[in-house]
């Protein structure tokens, strides 16, 4: 990759972590303990509130993956290693860095 393209994906990696942290601050409140209130909330709708919790710290726990994700695929960037294989060293093919920018190892060591 060019020096270009590369600071053109470095951009877009960094405008998609800024996206995963707003959203990641936004829904601090989903996550938050469900209360035990059984006086103004009813046993279902606290279910409901419960799962809800749940749904929303998967997302969370989700985001963080593709947060170390992308800081890691910066980070190769940065340091001139981006596009080559975290295990072996050989190079990732083109086609599959299009696919995921932030894949830190070529197909064979994928398997």
């Known amino acids: 990759m060019t020096d270009e393209e590369l600071a053109a994906l470095r951009a877009q990696l960094a405008a998609k972590l800024e996206t995963l942290r707003t959203s990641s601050e936004t829904s601090a409140d989903d996550r938050k303990p ?8 009813g046993r279902l709708s606290r279910m409901d509130a419960m ?20 800081e890691s695929a910066i980070r190769r ?6 596009g080559y294989c975290v295990t072996c060293g050989d ?20 398997k």
């Open 34 to 41: 469900v209360a035990l209130d059984q006086q103004s909330v």
């Open 77 to 82: 960037i940065d340091e001139g290693e981006y």
């Open 91 to 110: 190079e990732i093919s083109e086609k599959r860095l299009k696919a995921d920018p932030t894949i830190p190892t070529c197909i064979n060591c994928a």
């Open 51 to 70: 799962q809800m919790q749940a749904m929303a710290q998967a997302s969370e726990q989700r985001r963080k993956q593709e947060v170390m994700r992308i």
